[in-house]
């Protein structure tokens, strides 16, 4: 018998859902960038990562529709720089890696959905970029894991551990 795509773990969504530019939600901000590894450290290849976040005045109106199509071939074409949606959608490379472009969220957070091989359910994170009073409740080793590293200016690594000693916290919005 061969197993239904119920039964099986994926992931299966490398064909679609990446997009040209899905990593550039603002350009002239601020860039994200970091690598996603398994329990043992080793990088996870086939990640999909989901970015929302606020403008930099705090609102979550983003626009619609900001993908552009190359009017004579159809292909996409990549984000319309001018609109700002407050989402993006980044695979990992072949080192594990990714990055973001964008600008610093008026509500100091950027919100992280993570698909990858092995999980049943995608896993919920966010990369704070100040203070807060969650992280302020939060262990210290804990509230680490949530808040990038400044690699200069406007550059953050932002590495995402699924298990083990560094592990990331994520969130239970269930």
Not at 96 to 105: A, M
Not at 133 to 151: G, H, K, M, N, Q
Request: with cysteine; charged share 20%.
């Amino acid at each position: 018998m061969t197993p239904t795509p119920a039964q099986t773990i994926g992931p299966f969504y490398g064909y679609a859902l990446p997009f040209t530019g899905g990593g550039d939600i603002a350009g002239g901000g601020i860039v994200v960038h970091g690598h996603v590894y398994d329990g043992a450290g080793v990088p996870v290849s086939d990640a999909l990562l989901e970015f929302w976040q606020a403008d930099a005045a705090g609102g979550l109106g983003g626009a619609p529709g900001s993908m552009r199509r190359d009017p004579v071939t159809g292909a996409v074409a990549g984000r319309d720089p001018a609109s700002f949606t407050g989402f993006g959608r980044v695979a990992t490379d072949a080192d594990g890696h990714w990055t973001l472009r964008t600008v610093v969220p008026g509500n100091g957070y950027i919100s992280v959905c993570l698909f990858a091989r092995g999980l049943l359910h995608h896993l919920y994170t966010r990369i704070y970029l100040g203070r807060d009073s969650f992280l302020d409740s939060l262990p210290p080793e804990r509230s680490r894991t949530l808040t990038p590293v400044a690699e200069g200016r406007d550059i953050y690594r932002f590495d995402i551990h699924l298990q083990g000693e560094k592990e990331t916290a994520f969130l239970d919005f269930g």
